[in-house]
């Protein structure tokens, strides 16, 4: 069996599978929404795979590449990204390929051996701006470190306007068969998951690294995006790359207000439902409240990015913050948000026990 897609004359979708059964993405991030890991598979005078995927779905994807390559062998692999939900099986191509030129950086290469993977004759290194002339089309790569990992690179297509860009607009959500950004409804289904996967993973810390990538893909002429997670788009592109631009600028997508608040007992969760009953009674009705000790922080981080003010209520514990509060803090902190108008509550009680 092989669950394969084509995503244009001689270039196929060769992931082949969504991962519903993991419950943490990096063992921290909740995707009840599924992730599928996505490989790419290009027919030219030589063939070439572009990443490959989570070991998850390693015996799909194997099959997928071998239906795909019928009787031809596979010429070249080129590592866009070396963390694992896409390079686990690297070394099970090269067993089964042994004569495939393996194409990175050198910080590609670095990890390889970190990893324990064979270093060889057949490892190829390449630089930003190298190209690769595979028959009709030739491949520019483009460095993109830190997108989000700093061996990133992104592969552009010049023949034919394909982007493979890697983590970068990818997001979380299972494909459910459909592949393409105008077969699935990508606002009411992906935006969500597309934000917490960026933000939190991708480049909620790295918006300068994000803006450098817009910058060299605003130089080319894309017709596709391929990412490594989710919809290949190929059509409404502008759509996706402003919310990127947004986001690695750390502007909010809205005005309006995110409010968590941290309570032990309820007392202080009734003065956040008090300020949002007070912010809807003058007209801000763009309000989401969450109960930081039952959400996950990246859904927490998520909204921050989207909105542009942000309300924090904590009562006290251990004499300072409480902790699924603080915790929020940190994220923000680690993330880097930016240019949001913040209200703070403090639900003090014990302070005037201590005289402070
Ligand atoms: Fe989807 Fe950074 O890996």
Redesign the pocket.
């Known amino acids: 069996m092989y669950n394969i897609r084509k995503v244009r004359e001689n270039l196929y979708w060769v992931g082949g599978g969504n991962d519903r059964r993991t419950s943490l993405f990096e063992n921290i991030h909740p995707i009840p929404e599924g992730v599928s890991y996505n490989s790419y598979l290009l027919l030219d005078e030589k063939t070439v795979l572009l990443d490959t995927v989570d070991w998850s779905i390693g015996g799909q994807f194997i099959a997928n590449v071998d239906h795909v390559l019928g009787d031809r062998p596979l010429d070249y692999m080129i590592i866009n ?1 070396m ?1 694992p ?2 390079a686990a099986c690297i070394e099970e191509i090269r067993c089964r390929y042994p004569d495939v030129k393996v194409i990175g950086n050198k910080k590609t290469f670095d990890f390889m051996e970190q990893f324990g993977f064979k270093i060889n004759e057949n490892c190829v290194e390449v630089k930003d701006g190298d190209t690769l002339s595979l028959g009709e089309h030739e491949f520019l790569f483009i460095s993109a470190p830190m997108v ?2 700093p061996e990133t690179m992104a592969t552009f297509d010049t023949t034919t306007g394909v982007l493979f860009s890697a ?1 970068a607009f ?1 997001t979380f959500g299972s494909l459910d068969g459909k592949l393409f950004n105008d077969e699935v409804n990508f606002e009411r289904d992906f935006l969500v998951p597309a934000r917490r996967y960026y933000t939190n ?2 480049g909620g810390k790295y918006g300068p690294q994000v803006q450098s990538l817009l910058k060299k893909a605003s130089n080319l002429d894309i017709k596709y995006i391929c990412p ?2 989710g919809p290949v788009w190929r059509t409404d592109m502008d759509y996706f790359i402003d919310k990127y631009d947004k986001w690695s600028k750390y502007q909010p997508e809205e005005e309006g207000v995110l409010i968590v608040y941290g309570s032990l007992y309820g007392n202080t969760e009734r003065a956040a439902e008090n300020l949002a009953i007070r912010l809807a009674d003058k007209g801000m009705t763009n309000i989401t409240m969450y109960d930081a000790s039952k959400t996950h922080v990246s859904y927490l981080i998520a909204d921050a990015f989207r909105y542009s003010h942000i309300v924090l209520a904590s009562a006290t514990y251990n004499l300072n913050i409480y902790p699924p509060v603080d915790n929020f803090i940190r994220d923000m902190k680690a993330l880097n948000l930016q240019n949001r108008t913040f209200a703070i509550i403090e639900n003090g009680t014990w302070r005037l026990n201590l005289g402070s």
């Open positions: 990204h963390e939900d896409h989000h990992w983590d990818g993973i991708v490594l997670h």
